[in-house]
């Protein structure tokens, strides 16, 4: 398969690949835990969410355990990360490919990205944005790293890999009727639930 962007045919192939293995802990998926315990308090019960991005669904595990009623759906471009969610979810709620090419074919209550955005070319930021609100009746929650202003960071060695800026304050100037509902940010050194220096944004269409 061909992608428009080396960014996605980084995170495709071999590196994302090995980014599987680096990121299976249950102390990952503790810090999930604790994160999506706050989001759906805020929330409240939720018939369905898709993650754009899933990897091997970490966050949807967290988010099925603390709602074991919902209905879940992702999107995910790495093959193997994507076989591994078919055996969860089921193979008719993968969309295996790029998040830039995916068009939502139903909107769930809740979309969200965690650590996604952050390795999208900012140059395919709109779409990624447009994606991501239009697969949501309801809620849209972001959770990357954050900076006031865009800057790019070496990533493991790689140039033009990790970006960091206001996504949620874009996509609230992109779309009006979206509002702040919560935010908090994650530390790297929590001694309970460390979760790498990432700040997650829930936001409501008004």
């Known amino acids: 398969m ?7 045919e980084f995170w495709a192939g071999e590196f994302g690949t090995e980014y599987i293995s680096r ?8 810090g999930y835990l604790a994160m999506w315990g706050r989001v759906l308090s805020r929330t409240g019960r939720l018939a369905s969410c898709v993650e754009l991005g899933a990897n091997v669904g970490l966050n949807l ?4 355990l603390l709602c ?6 992702a999107v995910e471009i790495n093959p193997e990360a994507a ?4 055996i969860a979810l089921g193979a008719d709620r993968i969309h295996e490919g790029s998040l830039l090419e995916w068009e939502p074919p139903e ?3 809740l979309s969200f990205t965690s650590g996604v955005l952050i390795h999208i070319s900012p140059d395919m930021l709109p779409i990624a944005y447009d994606r991501l609100y239009a697969a949501s009746s309801r809620f849209v929650l972001v959770a990357e790293y954050y900076n006031p202003s865009p800057v790019t960071i070496d990533y493991r060695g ?4 990790l970006f960091k800026r206001d996504f949620a304050g874009e996509m609230m100037e992109r779309f009006p009727d979206l509002r702040l509902i919560d935010y908090a940010f994650m530390y790297r050194r929590d001694p309970m639930f460390p ?3 990432t700040t997650w944004f829930l936001m409501s269409k008004r």
């Open 2 to 8: 061909t992608y428009s962007t080396p960014q996605e």
């Open 23 to 30: 990121n299976r802990s249950d102390q990952i998926l503790a």
């Open 61 to 64: 595990r967290a988010i099925k």
């Open 68 to 73: 074991p009623d919902i209905e879940q759906h």
């Open 83 to 86: 076989a591994e969610l078919r």
């Open 107 to 109: 909107q769930a209550e």
């Open 158 to 161: 790689h140039d033009d890999r």
């Open 195 to 197: 979760r790498d220096d």
